[in-house]
């Protein structure tokens, strides 16, 4: 029986590239992705739905981007769109560091807690027949790039999340991965991905996801 993994969180799960122009949209390849890097280590007998949207929070209707980027609607609607589910990935954090969200370490936690409990809470599990869950938490940023005015501030409030993170997923029974021991974010920008760390995440993801 074919097993799905639902993969949610923000750009660097959709796969944007580091960003040189803001003004011009672009998107890894299929082959470079971490969620389809992941996939295909995990072998045919399992699919993959890629819920990532660029700018997405754990909490925050954004005032520039939209109150869609709130993923606490964002979980429900995909979670209520896909399914059955057998896995469902969480990497988020990054875009609530912004400098206009003003997000302590705290709140910022609070904010995946919210996700926690609506993934792992009865409607969502009776829903899918029982899901695990794992929770990743993002690398830290870097206040460098064409991104960095939107992120003063946001280096010291993201390295102490995962230590934050972890207690999470323990207290909840949720799997837990820390990117930043895997990976790095880019210095073009201070927050996205290359492609070589794309591959790496999504390899250590399918073992984390073999070893539920």
Request: a negative charge; hydrophobic letters at 45%; proline letters at 6%.
């Amino acid at each position: 029986m074919t097993k799905t993994m639902l993969t949610f969180g923000d750009s660097n799960t959709h796969g944007t590239p580091p960003i040189v122009d803001r003004g011009i949209y672009a998107r890894f390849d299929a082959q470079t992705r971490w969620p389809q890097v992941a996939q295909a280590a995990l072998g045919a007998e399992w699919s993959l739905v890629e819920e990532g949207l660029p700018g997405r929070t754990t909490q925050f209707d954004d005032p520039v981007m939209g109150a869609h980027m709130n993923g606490q609607d964002g979980l429900k609607i995909a979670l209520q769109s896909h399914g059955p589910i057998d896995v469902l990935t969480i990497m988020l954090g990054t875009n609530d560091v912004k400098t206009r969200f003003a997000a302590t370490p705290q709140l910022v936690t609070a904010g995946i807690a919210g996700l926690l409990d609506i993934a792992l809470g009865e409607e969502m599990q009776t829903r899918h027949g029982g899901f695990s869950v794992v929770l990743i938490c993002p690398p830290p940023v870097l206040e460098q790039g064409p991104l960095k005015g939107e992120f003063i501030g946001a280096a010291q409030v993201s390295q102490t999340l995962p230590d934050r993170y972890r207690a999470l997923a323990e207290a909840r029974g949720a799997a837990f991965l820390n990117a930043g021991d895997v990976i790095q974010v880019s210095q073009i920008d201070g927050v996205h991905f290359e492609a070589t760390a794309h591959r790496a995440l999504g390899a250590v993801v399918a073992d984390r996801v073999m070893a539920l």
